[in-house]
Nanobody, 124 residues
Framework: QVQLVESGGGLVQAGGSLRLSCAAS????????MGWFRQAPGKGREFVSA????????YYADSVKGRFTISGDNAKNAVYLQMNSLKPEDTAVYFC?????????????????WGQGTQVTVSS
């Protein structure tokens, strides 16, 4: 069992930055692919980014490529999402997820474990 807790969301003006954190507890963090998803009001869940358990491979949605950076710290059992040049369309609840394969996270948009989400609001 893995428990995930997100933090770092908030209100920011367009062009600003936020750093989201996801703290994991339970089974060894490095055995999972960790991902970030988001869901805006009235919309479905959207894949944002993912990182392999070893940290040597990262994946991004086209909509955030070049603006967001995912990173992990296995010693702290944490994964981070640095979000720069934020836009109003980035407004959503952001969720951290863990899965046992890149395919599940990136292609199926499926996570075995999920956090409770953190709200990110970008004002224009």
């Amino acid at each position: 069992q893995v428990q995930l807790v997100e933090s770092g969301g908030g209100l920011v003006q367009a062009g600003g930055s936020l750093r989201l954190s996801c703290a994991a507890s339970g089974r060894t963090f490095s055995t999972y692919v960790m991902g970030w998803f988001r869901q805006a009001p009235g919309k479905g869940r959207e894949f944002v980014s993912a990182i392999s358990g070893s940290g040597d491979r990262t994946y991004y949605a086209d909509s955030v490529k070049g603006r967001f950076t995912i990173s992990g710290d296995n010693a702290k059992n944490a994964v981070y999402l640095q979000m720069n040049s934020l836009k109003p369309e980035d407004t959503a609840v952001y969720f951290c997820a863990a899965a046992e394969s890149v395919y599940n996270i990136v292609v199926r948009n499926w996570g075995k474990y999920w956090g409770q989400g953190t709200q990110v609001t970008v004002s224009s």
